[in-house]
Protein backbone atom coordinates (compact mmCIF):
# COMPACT_ATOMS: atom_id res chain seq x y z
CA UNK A 1 0.00 0.00 0.00
CA UNK A 2 1.01 3.75 -0.48
CA UNK A 3 1.63 6.05 1.79
CA UNK A 4 0.38 9.60 2.35
CA UNK A 5 3.37 10.56 1.77
CA UNK A 6 4.17 8.80 -1.04
CA UNK A 7 0.75 9.70 -2.18
CA UNK A 8 1.16 13.43 -1.68
CA UNK A 9 3.91 12.98 -4.22
CA UNK A 10 1.81 11.82 -6.72
CA UNK A 11 -0.72 14.51 -6.62
CA UNK A 12 -3.34 12.92 -5.36
CA UNK A 13 -5.31 12.98 -1.65
CA UNK A 14 -3.64 12.49 1.43
CA UNK A 15 -5.04 12.51 5.31
CA UNK A 16 -2.58 13.47 7.38
CA UNK A 17 -1.43 16.96 6.80
CA UNK A 18 -1.34 20.11 8.93
CA UNK A 19 -4.05 21.89 8.15
CA UNK A 20 -3.04 25.72 7.20
CA UNK A 21 -4.69 28.54 7.60
CA UNK A 22 -7.77 29.61 5.85
CA UNK A 23 -8.26 32.32 3.49
CA UNK A 24 -11.44 34.00 3.66
CA UNK A 25 -11.91 34.23 -0.02
CA UNK A 26 -10.58 30.57 -0.66
CA UNK A 27 -13.30 28.31 -1.97
CA UNK A 28 -12.68 24.57 -1.32
CA UNK A 29 -14.24 22.40 -3.31
CA UNK A 30 -15.52 18.64 -3.34
CA UNK A 31 -16.25 16.75 -6.49
CA UNK A 32 -17.52 13.30 -6.74
CA UNK A 33 -17.74 12.49 -10.63
CA UNK A 34 -20.50 9.59 -10.33
CA UNK A 35 -21.36 7.58 -13.59
CA UNK A 36 -24.72 8.38 -13.00
CA UNK A 37 -24.01 11.98 -10.98
CA UNK A 38 -21.90 14.49 -9.84
CA UNK A 39 -22.04 15.57 -6.37
CA UNK A 40 -20.69 19.02 -5.06
CA UNK A 41 -19.64 20.67 -2.05
CA UNK A 42 -17.87 23.59 -0.76
CA UNK A 43 -16.26 24.55 2.33
CA UNK A 44 -19.16 27.44 2.89
CA UNK A 45 -21.81 25.27 2.75
CA UNK A 46 -23.15 24.48 -0.60
CA UNK A 47 -24.60 20.81 -1.77
CA UNK A 48 -25.23 20.28 -5.13
CA UNK A 49 -25.86 17.30 -7.31
CA UNK A 50 -26.56 16.73 -11.14
CA UNK A 51 -27.00 14.11 -13.62
CA UNK A 52 -23.25 13.48 -15.19
CA UNK A 53 -25.52 13.80 -18.40
CA UNK A 54 -25.49 16.08 -21.27
CA UNK A 55 -27.55 16.34 -25.01
CA UNK A 56 -26.59 18.11 -28.11
CA UNK A 57 -27.26 18.36 -31.66
CA UNK A 58 -24.56 16.53 -34.19
CA UNK A 59 -21.19 18.71 -34.36
CA UNK A 60 -21.90 20.93 -31.35
CA UNK A 61 -18.66 21.99 -30.44
CA UNK A 62 -19.15 22.58 -26.46
CA UNK A 63 -16.17 25.59 -26.37
CA UNK A 64 -18.69 27.51 -27.66
CA UNK A 65 -20.29 30.12 -25.32
CA UNK A 66 -24.20 30.85 -25.73
CA UNK A 67 -25.01 27.98 -27.94
CA UNK A 68 -28.29 27.04 -26.54
CA UNK A 69 -27.73 23.55 -28.36
CA UNK A 70 -26.37 22.18 -25.27
CA UNK A 71 -28.41 20.82 -22.36
CA UNK A 72 -27.12 19.48 -19.13
CA UNK A 73 -28.23 17.12 -16.23
CA UNK A 74 -32.26 16.96 -15.86
CA UNK A 75 -32.36 19.06 -18.65
CA UNK A 76 -30.48 16.86 -20.79
CA UNK A 77 -32.92 13.88 -19.67
CA UNK A 78 -35.75 15.42 -20.78
CA UNK A 79 -34.34 15.90 -24.27
CA UNK A 80 -35.54 12.69 -26.08
CA UNK A 81 -35.16 14.61 -29.48
CA UNK A 82 -31.02 14.89 -29.24
CA UNK A 83 -28.37 12.44 -28.33
CA UNK A 84 -27.27 12.08 -24.60
CA UNK A 85 -24.34 10.99 -23.47
CA UNK A 86 -23.42 9.77 -19.97
CA UNK A 87 -19.62 11.61 -19.57
CA UNK A 88 -18.30 9.70 -17.59
CA UNK A 89 -19.46 6.34 -18.28
CA UNK A 90 -17.77 7.17 -21.68
CA UNK A 91 -14.44 8.42 -20.13
CA UNK A 92 -14.43 5.05 -18.28
CA UNK A 93 -14.75 3.11 -21.33
CA UNK A 94 -12.64 4.94 -23.41
CA UNK A 95 -15.31 6.51 -25.71
CA UNK A 96 -15.00 9.94 -25.38
CA UNK A 97 -15.07 12.97 -27.25
CA UNK A 98 -12.54 14.25 -25.43
CA UNK A 99 -12.37 16.40 -21.99
CA UNK A 100 -14.12 19.32 -23.80
CA UNK A 101 -17.50 18.02 -23.21
CA UNK A 102 -16.56 17.71 -19.38
CA UNK A 103 -15.52 20.67 -19.05
CA UNK A 104 -18.50 21.79 -19.95
CA UNK A 105 -20.62 20.14 -17.78
CA UNK A 106 -18.16 21.04 -14.82
CA UNK A 107 -19.02 24.21 -15.60
CA UNK A 108 -22.43 23.84 -15.71
CA UNK A 109 -22.67 22.40 -12.24
CA UNK A 110 -20.25 24.59 -10.75
CA UNK A 111 -22.58 27.21 -12.06
CA UNK A 112 -25.58 25.75 -11.05
CA UNK A 113 -24.48 24.90 -7.33
CA UNK A 114 -23.90 28.92 -6.78
CA UNK A 115 -20.19 28.79 -6.41
CA UNK A 116 -19.71 32.59 -7.68
CA UNK A 117 -16.07 32.98 -6.77
CA UNK A 118 -13.26 33.63 -9.60
CA UNK A 119 -11.29 30.53 -10.48
CA UNK A 120 -7.84 31.92 -9.42
CA UNK A 121 -9.74 31.74 -5.77
CA UNK A 122 -11.49 27.83 -6.19
CA UNK A 123 -8.95 24.80 -5.43
CA UNK A 124 -10.38 21.19 -5.69
CA UNK A 125 -10.32 17.66 -4.94
CA UNK A 126 -11.97 15.48 -7.54
CA UNK A 127 -13.23 12.08 -6.33
CA UNK A 128 -12.76 9.47 -9.09
CA UNK A 129 -13.55 5.80 -9.47
CA UNK A 130 -11.81 3.60 -6.88
CA UNK A 131 -9.12 1.70 -9.63
CA UNK A 132 -9.27 4.67 -12.41
CA UNK A 133 -6.39 4.21 -14.56
CA UNK A 134 -3.89 6.69 -15.21
CA UNK A 135 -5.48 7.99 -18.82
CA UNK A 136 -8.72 8.36 -16.88
CA UNK A 137 -7.04 10.61 -14.06
CA UNK A 138 -5.27 12.48 -16.70
CA UNK A 139 -8.80 13.20 -18.85
CA UNK A 140 -10.39 14.32 -15.50
CA UNK A 141 -7.49 16.97 -14.45
CA UNK A 142 -7.31 17.73 -18.23
CA UNK A 143 -11.10 19.26 -18.14
CA UNK A 144 -10.83 20.57 -15.18
CA UNK A 145 -7.70 22.27 -14.78
CA UNK A 146 -8.59 25.40 -16.51
CA UNK A 147 -11.75 25.33 -14.10
CA UNK A 148 -9.61 25.91 -10.66
CA UNK A 149 -6.64 27.70 -9.11
CA UNK A 150 -5.32 24.34 -8.07
CA UNK A 151 -6.94 20.68 -8.82
CA UNK A 152 -6.40 16.89 -7.89
CA UNK A 153 -7.89 13.56 -8.55
CA UNK A 154 -8.37 10.93 -5.51
CA UNK A 155 -9.85 7.89 -4.68
CA UNK A 156 -13.31 8.19 -4.49
CA UNK A 157 -14.02 5.53 -1.67
CA UNK A 158 -10.63 7.07 0.25
CA UNK A 159 -12.90 10.27 0.16
CA UNK A 160 -15.72 8.62 1.67
CA UNK A 161 -13.81 6.86 4.39
CA UNK A 162 -12.15 10.30 4.86
CA UNK A 163 -15.56 12.15 5.37
CA UNK A 164 -16.95 9.75 7.60
CA UNK A 165 -13.91 9.29 9.75
CA UNK A 166 -13.33 5.64 8.30
CA UNK A 167 -10.28 5.10 7.80
CA UNK A 168 -9.48 2.62 10.67
CA UNK A 169 -9.91 -0.83 8.74
CA UNK A 170 -13.21 -1.04 6.89
CA UNK A 171 -14.78 -1.77 3.95
CA UNK A 172 -16.48 0.89 1.90
CA UNK A 173 -19.07 -0.29 -0.61
CA UNK A 174 -20.48 2.26 -3.25
CA UNK A 175 -23.88 0.91 -5.07
CA UNK A 176 -23.50 2.77 -8.14
CA UNK A 177 -26.11 2.88 -11.51
CA UNK A 178 -23.92 0.91 -13.88
CA UNK A 179 -21.55 -0.52 -11.44
CA UNK A 180 -20.67 -1.49 -7.56
CA UNK A 181 -16.86 -0.15 -6.23
CA UNK A 182 -15.14 -1.54 -3.46
CA UNK A 183 -12.57 -0.53 -1.69
CA UNK A 184 -10.27 -1.69 1.63
CA UNK A 185 -9.01 1.14 3.93
CA UNK A 186 -6.25 0.00 5.98
CA UNK A 187 -5.32 3.34 7.51
CA UNK A 188 -3.28 3.88 4.40
CA UNK A 189 -4.01 5.47 1.02
CA UNK A 190 -5.56 2.24 -1.15
CA UNK A 191 -4.02 0.81 -3.99
CA UNK A 192 -5.57 -0.82 -7.18
CA UNK A 193 -5.21 -4.19 -5.76
CA UNK A 194 -7.23 -2.54 -2.32
CA UNK A 195 -9.92 -2.08 -5.02
CA UNK A 196 -12.60 -3.84 -6.60
CA UNK A 197 -15.57 -3.14 -9.20
CA UNK A 198 -18.22 -5.55 -10.21
CA UNK A 199 -20.50 -5.10 -12.84
CA UNK A 200 -24.12 -4.91 -10.93
CA UNK A 201 -25.62 -1.93 -9.74
CA UNK A 202 -28.76 -0.05 -9.51
CA UNK A 203 -28.96 -0.34 -13.40
CA UNK A 204 -29.36 -4.46 -12.83
CA UNK A 205 -32.28 -3.78 -10.79
CA UNK A 206 -34.18 -1.92 -13.27
CA UNK A 207 -33.94 -4.28 -15.84
CA UNK A 208 -34.31 -6.76 -14.00
CA UNK A 209 -37.56 -5.36 -12.68
CA UNK A 210 -38.55 -4.71 -16.16
CA UNK A 211 -38.22 -8.33 -17.50
CA UNK A 212 -40.57 -9.78 -14.41
CA UNK A 213 -42.85 -7.60 -15.64
CA UNK A 214 -42.69 -8.04 -19.05
CA UNK A 215 -43.14 -12.04 -18.14
CA UNK A 216 -46.06 -11.66 -15.83
CA UNK A 217 -48.00 -9.21 -18.07
CA UNK A 218 -48.16 -9.51 -21.76
CA UNK A 219 -48.04 -6.15 -23.39
CA UNK A 220 -46.00 -4.22 -20.34
CA UNK A 221 -44.82 -1.19 -21.55
CA UNK A 222 -42.54 -0.19 -18.52
CA UNK A 223 -39.18 1.59 -19.80
CA UNK A 224 -36.06 1.31 -17.42
CA UNK A 225 -36.66 4.90 -16.82
CA UNK A 226 -40.20 3.90 -15.08
CA UNK A 227 -38.57 0.78 -13.34
CA UNK A 228 -35.99 3.26 -12.17
CA UNK A 229 -38.55 5.45 -10.41
CA UNK A 230 -40.13 2.49 -9.06
CA UNK A 231 -37.39 1.10 -7.40
CA UNK A 232 -36.33 4.87 -6.04
CA UNK A 233 -39.68 5.27 -4.71
CA UNK A 234 -40.35 2.02 -3.20
CA UNK A 235 -37.22 -0.03 -3.60
CA UNK A 236 -36.84 -2.69 -0.61
CA UNK A 237 -35.21 -5.94 -0.12
CA UNK A 238 -36.28 -8.55 2.57
CA UNK A 239 -40.25 -8.76 4.06
CA UNK A 240 -42.11 -5.58 4.01
CA UNK A 241 -45.86 -4.82 5.15
CA UNK A 242 -46.42 -2.48 2.15
CA UNK A 243 -48.30 -3.13 -1.10
CA UNK A 244 -46.29 -1.44 -4.23
CA UNK A 245 -49.70 -0.43 -6.19
CA UNK A 246 -48.30 0.90 -9.29
CA UNK A 247 -50.13 2.09 -13.23
CA UNK A 248 -48.52 0.00 -15.46
CA UNK A 249 -48.45 0.78 -19.04
CA UNK A 250 -49.61 -1.38 -21.65
CA UNK A 251 -50.38 -1.60 -25.16
CA UNK A 252 -53.31 0.53 -25.24
CA UNK A 253 -54.04 1.83 -21.63
CA UNK A 254 -52.81 1.36 -18.48
CA UNK A 255 -53.64 -1.05 -15.30
CA UNK A 256 -53.71 -0.83 -11.49
CA UNK A 257 -51.20 -3.72 -10.52
CA UNK A 258 -49.00 -4.93 -7.35
CA UNK A 259 -45.90 -5.37 -8.05
CA UNK A 260 -44.55 -5.75 -4.15
CA UNK A 261 -42.54 -8.87 -5.18
CA UNK A 262 -41.42 -8.27 -8.46
CA UNK A 263 -40.01 -5.70 -6.97
CA UNK A 264 -38.31 -7.32 -3.48
CA UNK A 265 -36.82 -10.04 -6.45
CA UNK A 266 -35.11 -7.75 -8.41
CA UNK A 267 -33.53 -5.45 -5.95
CA UNK A 268 -32.23 -8.54 -4.22
CA UNK A 269 -31.29 -9.89 -7.61
CA UNK A 270 -27.75 -8.21 -6.91
CA UNK A 271 -26.42 -9.19 -3.28
CA UNK A 272 -25.33 -12.33 -4.14
CA UNK A 273 -22.54 -10.44 -6.44
CA UNK A 274 -21.95 -8.05 -4.01
CA UNK A 275 -21.71 -10.54 -0.98
CA UNK A 276 -18.94 -12.65 -3.06
CA UNK A 277 -17.40 -9.42 -4.04
CA UNK A 278 -16.65 -8.75 0.35
CA UNK A 279 -15.77 -11.71 0.84
CA UNK A 280 -13.29 -11.61 -1.84
CA UNK A 281 -12.16 -8.33 -0.35
CA UNK A 282 -12.07 -9.47 3.11
CA UNK A 283 -10.29 -13.01 2.58
CA UNK A 284 -7.36 -11.31 0.88
CA UNK A 285 -6.88 -9.17 3.71
CA UNK A 286 -3.66 -9.41 5.87
CA UNK A 287 -5.39 -11.71 8.75
CA UNK A 288 -4.90 -9.44 11.44
CA UNK A 289 -7.23 -7.06 9.70
CA UNK A 290 -10.02 -9.43 8.29
CA UNK A 291 -12.31 -9.40 11.92
CA UNK A 292 -12.16 -5.72 11.88
CA UNK A 293 -12.73 -5.15 7.90
CA UNK A 294 -16.17 -8.23 8.40
CA UNK A 295 -17.33 -5.83 10.99
CA UNK A 296 -17.04 -2.19 9.61
CA UNK A 297 -18.71 -2.66 5.98
CA UNK A 298 -20.30 0.28 4.52
CA UNK A 299 -22.41 1.35 2.43
CA UNK A 300 -22.85 4.08 0.29
CA UNK A 301 -24.00 5.54 -3.11
CA UNK A 302 -27.30 5.84 -4.62
CA UNK A 303 -28.23 1.65 -4.61
CA UNK A 304 -27.36 1.96 -0.48
CA UNK A 305 -30.79 4.48 -0.49
CA UNK A 306 -33.16 0.60 -1.08
CA UNK A 307 -35.09 -0.11 1.95
CA UNK A 308 -33.20 -3.33 4.16
CA UNK A 309 -29.96 -3.26 2.18
CA UNK A 310 -28.13 -2.92 5.51
CA UNK A 311 -29.43 -5.68 7.04
CA UNK A 312 -30.48 -7.83 4.33
CA UNK A 313 -26.37 -7.89 3.65
CA UNK A 314 -25.91 -8.58 7.09
CA UNK A 315 -28.41 -11.93 6.90
CA UNK A 316 -26.24 -12.67 3.97
CA UNK A 317 -22.73 -13.04 5.97
CA UNK A 318 -24.02 -15.25 8.10
CA UNK A 319 -23.22 -18.06 6.13
CA UNK A 320 -19.59 -16.74 5.68
CA UNK A 321 -18.74 -15.77 9.71
CA UNK A 322 -20.90 -13.03 9.86
CA UNK A 323 -20.25 -9.14 9.84
CA UNK A 324 -21.63 -5.69 10.15
CA UNK A 325 -22.90 -3.53 8.31
CA UNK A 326 -23.16 0.38 8.52
CA UNK A 327 -24.86 2.59 5.88
CA UNK A 328 -22.90 5.69 5.46
CA UNK A 329 -24.50 9.33 6.14
CA UNK A 330 -26.26 11.26 3.67
CA UNK A 331 -24.73 9.05 0.62
CA UNK A 332 -25.40 10.87 -2.21
CA UNK A 333 -23.05 13.63 -0.65
CA UNK A 334 -20.55 11.53 1.54
CA UNK A 335 -17.69 11.63 -1.60
CA UNK A 336 -18.10 14.70 -2.24
CA UNK A 337 -17.94 15.81 1.48
CA UNK A 338 -14.48 14.35 2.20
CA UNK A 339 -13.33 15.64 -0.55
CA UNK A 340 -14.11 19.09 0.69
CA UNK A 341 -12.07 18.16 3.70
CA UNK A 342 -9.55 17.22 1.88
CA UNK A 343 -9.00 19.97 -0.18
CA UNK A 344 -9.68 21.98 3.56
CA UNK A 345 -6.73 20.23 5.01
CA UNK A 346 -3.99 21.01 2.69
CA UNK A 347 -1.64 23.39 3.46
CA UNK A 348 -1.01 26.24 1.17
CA UNK A 349 2.62 25.19 0.48
CA UNK A 350 1.13 22.13 -1.28
CA UNK A 351 -1.25 23.89 -3.41
CA UNK A 352 1.19 25.77 -4.87
CA UNK A 353 3.44 23.16 -5.51
CA UNK A 354 0.92 21.42 -7.71
CA UNK A 355 0.22 24.85 -9.44
CA UNK A 356 4.24 25.10 -10.75
CA UNK A 357 4.73 20.80 -11.68
CA UNK A 358 3.03 19.44 -14.24
CA UNK A 359 -0.38 17.69 -13.28
Known amino acids: MATPESFQEENEAVNNFVESETNGDIIYLGIDLGTSKIAICTNDGIMFSEHSLIAHGDGHDPNVDGNDKVFFGKAALERIDLEGKWLLRDLIE ?14 HCIQAAGVSAD ?4 YAVIGVPSGADASYKRAVLGAARHLFRGVMVANGLFCVAYGSQRLDSSVIIDVGASKTDMCLIISNIPE ?40 EAYGFMGDTDEECKVELPLEDFSEEVIITEELRIACESIIPDIVSGIIKMVSGAEPQ ?52 RLAEKMPDEFWEKLNNCDN
Not at 119 to 122: S, T, V, W
Not at 203 to 226: F, P, Q
Open 289 to 340: FRATLRNNICLCGGGSKIRNMRSFIENELKGFGGGRVFLIDDPEFSGAYGAC
Open 119 to 122: PGQM
Open 192 to 231: DEDCLSISVAGENIDNELVALLAEKYEGSKVTREIARSWK
Open 94 to 107: KNSDGPGYLTALLG
